[in-house]
């Protein structure tokens, strides 16, 4: 089946400095990943459409220049959390599509990111 | 915006019982989708529904797509220790291009 690998499982960091979080498809190809936050207790909040080659799609709420991201290639996708503050400390997650199973496939999830700034 | 909203937030079972939970939408969907989440890892797909009226089953679990299109529902039945965690409905609108919407979560607890 599809999987979607993501790394690290876990970061601490200090407050000021920047943080980036891998997402990758392990055996199928991405266009598009999608990366959510989820806060303790809350269910999971889009972020973020990343498109591969092209800008990301910030949802409103998300400064798209404090979340910064990259899909250079058709496996990867990064997020790198600029400027990092301790209420920036959330769970992580991206997910995508395998494109083989049709469009309106359902997401594959990777095992988040639990980010604590200090 | 479409919203999901999902019942109940926790439950408290003992093991064996059966358990159902559910969630209505504001909206219409195409496609309705349940998670599980335990703690500190990501959802992992359960059923994913397609067909309004559709009745899907996955080993002791069953979740159907209503046939308004508005809701959807997840069964689980002779509930064992392992099934606790949180679930997630999720879904993907006609307006809403790829883009899940997901449900508040209910957490379950299994009492043995």
């Known amino acids: 089946g599809a999987v979607v690998s993501q790394h690290p499982s876990w970061v601490i960091c200090k407050s000021g400095t920047s943080v980036k979080i891998e997402c990758r498809s392990l055996?199928?190809?991405?266009?598009?990943m999608f990366w959510y936050r989820q806060f303790p207790k809350q269910s999971l909040m889009l972020m973020a459409t990343?498109?591969?080659?092209?800008?990301?799609?910030?949802e409103q709420g998300v400064e798209k220049d404090k979340f910064l991201i990259n899909h250079a290639s058709l496996t990867l996708s990064t997020l790198t959390v600029t400027s990092a503050h301790p209420e920036d400390s959330s769970f992580y997650i991206c997910?995508?599509?395998?494109?083989?199973?049709?469009?309106?496939?359902?997401?594959?999830f990777g095992n988040g990111t639990r980010l604590t700034v200090t | 915006g479409q919203q999901l909203n999902q019942s109940p937030q926790s439950m408290f079972i003992q093991e064996g019982e059966d358990v159902s939970m559910n969630c209505t939408s504001s909206?219409?969907?195409?496609?309705w989708l349940w998670y599980k989440q335990d703690p500190g890892e990501g959802p992992v797909l359960l059923i994913a529904?397609?067909?309004?009226?559709e009745l899907t089953s996955n080993g002791r679990l069953t979740a159907q797509f209503g046939i308004t299109r508005k809701d959807s529902f997840l069964n689980i039945s002779a509930s064992i220790p392992s099934d606790v965690g949180i679930y997630f409905c999720?879904?993907?609108?006609?307006?809403?291009?790829?883009?899940?919407?997901f449900g508040e979560g209910t957490q379950l607890t299994v009492n043995p």
């Open positions: 055996d199928f190809q991405a266009t598009t």
């Open positions: 909206s219409i969907f195409n496609t």
């Open positions: 529904l397609y067909k309004a009226g």
């Open positions: 997910s995508a599509r395998d494109p083989r199973t049709g469009m309106n496939s359902p997401l594959h």
């Open positions: 990343s498109n591969e080659g092209s800008k990301a799609t910030y």
């Open positions: 999720a879904g993907q609108g006609e307006t809403s291009g790829s883009r899940l919407t």
